[in-house]
Every structure is written in structure tokens, then in C-alpha cells.
């Protein structure tokens, strides 16, 4: 192979090299730029020019670029989420029925003084209630409607008024068939105060209208014999998640219209633990008796009530409601003293194998509760006219019940129930008396005992 000379450039002073010297210079100098060249060609000195050279092999070709991955395709986006309606409707409605018996086997087949399942040897619809209620905001309403029995007991107390031709009569028979019905607003003060009015249950006691939420099937004598609703204007705040007050004024006890012109008060402060402790202290005063009502006169009465539901265990329950009131007027002081005591146990949750929905199925509750009435009394042997138990000192019972729910809106329960009063006060055999005015049944028992098995559904 022909050797190209040399266009390195060089001094005037420089003489030519011997060829030897000039090929080894150029076989190092291909040695060293070789290299270069197949690292990445890299440039030359700027005062010099590169030797021609034999050319490398070519480098390798480099692998194939990976093609770009394939865009992801992207998800639509989401649909929003559609408005909330600018209100909300939640209905609510159940059934009770029951069959009960009477083992004094009254003639005239009435268990007295026992509120609702008043009835013997016969199956009863006792209530069949159907409502709703509704919140838009800050605004909320409510109506309960009711039909049976227990709607005919709930107003026994009810005022009956006379009417004109320009204005309607009130009474129990109006008013039977609602059993709630009341407009709220909660207004923007601090937490929210909630204002209420219309007609509402009696906050006096423990137990509910609903046997669904009442742990026997019968009610207590306190339940019977205090307020089972009220009509008004009510205030509730909660100062905190666990304290909350409320004042109201009502038109009296058991009053959807007002027998008088005065008007009742009615305040608590309520302290609950959520799952565990239910605490509540409460007043309740106001004129009850009618403005013409005689000897006694139009005094005020004034009634107290305490009462607490504890969950000790997961398996045990208690409750208890003390209640005291009185009255004073134009013949002495009339006064009351009540009490009642509760227990419910869910015996499958003693059995770990059962799982806590199972435990539900079964609930075994016991009551006792006993019911003073002190009528007033003057030096010439008047007495004020008896508030609860026609003129009996004293009335009590002991009840039973095995609650069984094989449904999660089913609640079938069987009940044994006794009763006791201070004097003749119940029905047993041969009553005398057909029932009306003027040939009322007399009581002739001092005891009664029940065994009831009733139902309620409810959604």
C-alpha cells in the first residue's frame, strides 16, 4: 500500500524524517485517533488537521429505537355528581296487634286502668300508624297518623268543647286519628336552635308511644297516668354533643286546645353518652284543671321527673323514672309520688359463638313500678277531685316479657303481667253495672293478671 506523505504542517527549520520514522508516526497516530473516532468522533486540535487514515470498520449499528409506547387511553371523566334534591321525604309507618287474656275472666271483658291492651279473650288491632317527615335545609315538618284502639285511650283526657254555627266543636273525636303533626326551623344562633310547633309527644318519662321502642308490650301505670302529648311552641339547643336544654309552652297536659286561659311551661336539660348513658331532667307546671272547675280552683300544678337508661353490658340494659308532683288549691295540697324500674338482657350475646346480629333475635325485659296519688283535704271532710286512679291510693305492677325478632322489623313478644291497686279498682267474674251513665260498671278486684302475645312490624 502507498503511504500518502505528511500535510502536517511544519516549521521553516524542520527537515524530513527518515520513512521509517514518518510510517511509525503515522501508524501511532491512526492507533490514537482510532478510538476517538468510534467513541464519537471527537474533534480535532484547532492547529492541526487530521491525518488521513485508513478507515475503521464501521461501528456496529445500534439497536432499533423501541417504539413510543401506545397513549394510555384516558377515562371519561366522571359524570357530576347530580344535585341533591332541595328536599328530602322519609316515610315511617307500623302495625301492633295483639291477643290477650284476662285470667279474672271479667264478665264485661275489660282489663281496667291498663292503657292499651284493655281488652280480654280477643285478638285487637291496636294501632295501625302511617307518616312521614320532611327536611329541606334548615326546615323540617312532621305528621303522624294513627287508627285502632290505643288512639280512643291516647285522647281520654282530651278537653271536650263545645261549638256555635260559625265555629266547630273540639274534642277526642277530632283530634284521635293524629298522633303527631308539627312544623321546625333551626335557626342560625351558635349550634343551631331548634324551634318546634304543633303537636308533639310528652317528654315526661321513659317509654314512647311505639311498642317497637318500648322494651314490654304493656305500658307502665307512670305512662298511663302522666301526659301523652302536648301542643305548643318548643325550643331545644344543644350546648355540646352531650348536653342539650329545652323550654316550651304548652296549652296543658293532654291539651290539643287549651281548657283554660292560662298556659303551661315545660323545661329540661338532657345528658346522653351515645351507645351507653341516657340522663334527663325535667319540669313541667301550668294550670290543668278547667277555669269553672269547683271546689278546687284553677292552681297551679307542678310535676318533676327524673330518668336514666344506662347499657351496662352488651348483654344487659337498665332504666328508671321517678315522678313527683303536686297541686295545691282551695282544699289542701293533692300530691304524687311514681316510680318504675327497668331490665332487659339479650341472653345469646352470653354465648360468644353467636354473632352480635344473632344476639338481636332475643330480648328478655322485666318492669315494676308503683304509682302514689294523695288526694287534698279540707277540716269539713271535702277532698279535691282525683287526678289518676278514681280516687285509689295507690296502683302496681309487675310484667314479664319475652321479645322475639326474627326480622329486623319484626317484634313478636309474649307477656305475663300482674296488677295491684290499694282498693277495688279492676273487674273479675260478675260485674255489676251495664256501662252506662247511670249504671257504670263497679269494680269489684283488687288484682288482675294478663298473659298477652302480640306483634308489631314497622319500616
Known amino acids: 500500500m502507498k503511504l500518502l506523505p505528511s500535510r502536517t504542517r511544519r516549521t521553516k527549520e524542520s527537515t524530513m524524517k527518515p520513512l521509517s520514522i514518518s510510517v511509525a508516526a503515522l501508524l501511532c497516530t491512526s492507533a490514537l485517533l482510532a478510538p476517538r473516532v468510534a467513541r464519537a468522533q471527537a474533534t480535532p486540535p484547532e492547529d492541526a488537521e487530521p491525518t488521513p487514515a485508513t478507515p475503521a470498520a464501521p461501528a456496529p449499528a445500534l439497536a432499533p429505537a423501541l417504539a413510543p409506547a401506545p397513549a394510555l387511553a384516558l377515562a371519561p371523566a366522571p359524570a357530576p355528581a347530580p344535585a341533591e334534591p332541595a328536599y328530602r321525604v322519609t316515610p315511617l309507618g307500623y302495625v301492633e296487634a295483639h291477643y290477650a287474656y284476662n285470667l279474672n275472666r ?3 271483658g275489660i282489663t281496667n286502668f291498663r292503657g292499651f291492651d284493655n281488652r280480654h279473650n280477643t285478638f285487637t288491632l291496636a294501632n295501625a300508624v302511617l307518616g312521614a317527615s320532611a327536611e329541606s335545609g334548615p326546615v323540617s315538618a312532621r305528621i303522624v297518623l294513627q287508627y285502632g284502639s290505643t288512639p280512643s285511650t291516647y285522647y281520654l283526657g282530651e278537653p271536650a268543647l263545645a261549638g256555635t254555627g260559625g ?14 303533626a308539627n312544623i321546625a326551623w333551626k335557626a342560625p344562633v351558635g349550634r343551631g336552635l331548634l324551634l318546634q310547633i304543633g303537636l308533639v309527644p310528652s317528654p315526661i318519662g321513659i317509654e314512647a308511644f311505639a311498642v317497637k321502642d318500648n322494651w314490654n308490650y304493656s305500658r307502665s301505670n307512670l305512662f298511663f297516668g302522666l301526659p301523652f302529648y302536648h301542643a305548643g311552641l318548643r ?3 344543644e350546648w355540646t354533643d352531650e348536653l342539650s336544654s329545652t323550654f316550651a309552652v304548652f296549652n296543658g297536659w293532654n291539651s290539643v286546645v287549651d281548657n283554660n286561659e292560662e298556659k303551661s311551661v315545660q323545661t329540661n336539660l338532657t345528658y346522653k353518652i351515645p351507645q ?7 319540669y313541667f307546671g301550668g294550670v290543668e284543671r278547667p277555669a269553672a272547675s269547683r ?13 336514666a337508661q344506662y347499657h351496662a353490658t352488651t348483654w344487659l340494659s337498665v332504666m328508671a323514672q321517678g315522678n313527683h308532683g303536686w297541686e295545691p288549691n282551695r282544699i289542701g295540697t293533692a300530691r304524687w309520688t311514681a316510680g318504675a324500674v327497668y331490665a332487659r338482657m339479650k341472653p345469646l350475646a352470653l354465648f360468644e359463638r353467636f354473632a352480635v346480629s344473632s344476639s338481636d333475635r332475643l330480648y328478655l325485659a322485666v318492669r315494676g313500678d308503683r304509682f302514689h296519688e294523695h288526694l287534698a283535704t279540707d277540716g269539713r271532710g271535702r277532698s279535691s277531685s282525683p287526678l289518676f286512679w278514681g280516687g285509689v291510693e295507690w296502683v302496681s305492677s309487675v310484667a314479664g316479657t319475652v321479645d322475639v325478632r326474627p326480622h329486623d322489623n319484626l317484634s313478636v313478644r309474649l307477656e305475663y303481667r300482674h296488677d295491684m291497686a290499694g282498693a277495688p279498682l279492676f273487674f273479675g267474674r260478675n260485674v ?9 260498671y263497679i269494680p269489684n278486684a283488687r288484682t288482675q293478671d294478663t298473659l298477652l302475645l302480640g306483634a308489631t312490624a314497622w319500616f
Open 432 to 440: 255489676r253495672g251495664d256501662g252506662s251513665a247511670a249504671a257504670s
Open 276 to 282: 351507653k348513658l341516657v340522663v334527663q331532667a325535667l
Open 295 to 307: 271546689p278546687e280552683g284553677p292552681w297551679w300544678r307542678h310535676d318533676f321527673d327524673l330518668s
Open 235 to 237: 325550643a331545644t339547643y
Open 167 to 180: 265555629a266547630n266543636a273540639s274534642g277526642p273525636e277530632l283530634w284521635k286519628y293524629l298522633q303527631e
Open 106 to 108: 271479667p264478665s264485661n
